[in-house]
């Protein structure tokens, strides 16, 4: 989770990067929370060639797959250790042979930093979905020192963290009660 400095990878024939996240739209850390955030249903790893520009070269290949509805930011990243491991083959015929690189599809390029951190507070006059997406978005597990985020439900002065929410059937009650 380090910047490899020029000097060291100048000295690389060639070097080729695993990202846990599609590129050019989700470059840089914690992309997988990101993605949550933003409703994504569809993620990817992509395997690229590195170069001075984080996150910006050629992409060498691509795995997609689908987000399901329960994701939370632990299990989008297992999935993309998964989507490493079955497109890893791909990358390894492509130096043992004649490595192909394609360019970065257009479209917007995000670049997360590692000081960037969502604010997931309840807020009883948004759709409850959007709670409940960033609450999976910051679930790192238990085993994980969670640099991300955490929700929060502010509440008489006070601020309670969530660690799991679920959507109920609407009850008719006014929101938040």
């Avoid at 409703?39 to 992509?46: L, P, Q, W, Y």
């Avoid at 759709?127 to 597990?141: C, D, I, K, L, Q």
Wanted: hydrophobic content about 45%.
């Amino acid at each position: 989770l380090r910047v490899l400095p020029d000097d060291v990878l100048d000295q690389a024939g060639i070097a080729i990067n695993f990202h846990d996240g599609p590129l050019p739209g989700y470059a840089g850390l914690n992309v997988t929370t990101w993605a949550l955030l933003a409703g994504e249903s569809e993620h990817a790893v992509t395997w690229h060639v590195m170069t001075r520009d984080v996150d910006g070269g050629e992409i060498v290949a691509v795995e997609r797959f689908d987000i399901s509805p329960d994701d939370t930011a632990l299990s989008l990243n297992a999935r993309c250790f998964e989507a490493g491991e079955a497109s890893f083959p791909k990358v390894v015929a492509g130096l043992l042979g004649e490595l192909s690189t394609t360019p970065q599809p257009a479209g917007e390029r995000r670049v997360y930093r590692r000081v960037e951190r969502p604010i997931v507070v309840f807020d009883p006059q948004a759709e409850p979905v959007a709670f409940e997406r960033g609450v999976r978005a910051v679930a790192v597990g238990h085993r994980i020192v969670n640099t991300v985020g955490i929700g929060r439900v502010v509440h008489a002065g006070r601020a309670l963290v969530v660690g799991n929410a679920r959507l109920a059937a609407a009850s008719g009650a006014a929101p938040g009660t």
